[in-house]
């Protein structure tokens, strides 16, 4: 079975095997990776029908190509529902993309700068190129006038390495009392705070708690739900957590990408992703096949292995600690004292 998962993780067979081989010492064998791998097989399976792709008969390239005519198809429809036509400007995507993102896809309130200190800071600590960039020749204008979101979004584009860890150290010595705990921000960025070149990835900052993505994504004619998914992964970075609802949140049309996030399917030893997040990035950059992602899948696959050996761990401990014969206090005394260290140490060795 580890040769089997690790062709779909595309890691070494070795480093899955003992992976693996720790997980189940950690939980009593419970071969959650056979069942996992079962019940996977038999999703995508049920996928490929979906299509209309033969199961036992479809090679790497015709699913992917199959997923990826699904997703214009649905961005299409998604962006129909939402009055958006093929002509509409991308200030409009990315307005009703962050809409979207924030009132269906709820995330965890984080740590991050009171924005009056942020502001301080630059005072501080001036960003000097920034501000040649902006054409501003005071800080004082520059945080009056410009979102301090954006600032700080742009900060890395423009600023030396040296300036960046010099702001990174004062910052890193500011008391407790000068951060609060809020909703990560979702933000249409300007043009100018990027630098020339082409981005076409979430751009986040954690001090500020500020996500945004290039308006060149959305010139590209992404579908709004293309801009959504960047959107969410670029939220999903900053909290290191899974958001709130899914994006059958967005429409519930989407629910079929929601159930193959987990899958990756095994065409005679080519691996196919079916996250809607692989497939998303595969169809705006208008990647070949040879040039397919997969890394969504992958992670979200072993994240539904890992938690099911930790779901494993929490019922037997709470068997455990339910019982009151000296037998079961025996057996507990003898598990590990930190097994959610252990775990993802096991994790975290390997991968």
């Not at 584009?157 to 951060?179: C, D, H, I, M």
Request: charged fraction near 25%; include cysteine.
């Amino acid at each position: 079975m580890s040769q089997s998962l690790a062709k779909l993780l595309n890691q070494p067979e070795r480093l899955v095997t003992r992976a693996v081989t720790k997980l189940e010492k950690l939980n009593g064998s419970p071969s959650e990776d056979v069942r996992l791998l079962a019940e996977t097989g038999q999703a995508v399976r049920r996928k490929l029908s979906d299509l209309g792709l033969d199961p036992d008969d479809t090679t790497g390239e015709e699913l992917y190509q199959a997923l990826l005519a699904k997703f214009t198809k649905d961005g299409l429809l998604l962006d129909k529902a939402l009055g958006i036509d093929p002509s509409a400007s991308a200030d409009k995507r990315l307005s009703q993309a962050v809409k979207l993102v924030a009132a269906l896809v709820q995330t965890d309130d984080i740590w991050v700068l009171k924005t009056n200190v942020a502001k301080k800071i630059m005072h501080e600590q001036i960003p000097k190129k920034l501000m040649k960039q902006l054409h501003y020749r005071s800080v004082d204008s520059l945080v009056k006038r410009e979102n301090i979101a954006e600032i700080y979004l742009a900060l890395p584009f423009f600023e030396s390495a040296s300036w960046l860890r010099a702001f990174g150290k004062s910052v890193s010595q500011l008391p407790s009392t000068n951060y609060e705990m809020r909703a990560p921000e979702v933000v249409i960025i300007q043009n100018k705070f990027l630098p020339a070149t082409k981005i076409q990835y979430p751009i986040s900052n954690s001090l500020i708690g500020a996500v945004a993505i290039s308006p060149e994504s959305a010139r590209q004619n992404a579908p709004v739900l293309t801009l959504c998914l960047m959107f969410l992964d670029g939220l999903e970075s900053l909290t290191h957590s899974q958001a709130a609802g899914t994006i059958a949140n967005i429409n519930p049309a989407l629910s079929w990408w929601e159930q193959a996030k987990t899958l990756v399917a095994n065409c005679a030893g080519e691996a196919v992703s079916l996250n809607y997040k692989d497939i998303s990035i595969d169809h705006l950059k208008q990647s070949a096949f040879k040039e397919r992602t997969a890394n969504a899948a992958q992670t979200s696959l072993w994240g539904e292995l890992s938690g099911r050996y930790q779901k494993q761990t929490e019922q037997l401990e709470e068997s455990l600690a339910s019982a009151e014969n000296v037998a079961a206090t025996t057996v507990r005394q003898s598990m590990p004292k930190n097994l959610a260290v252990e775990y993802a140490e096991a994790i975290a060795n390997e991968f």
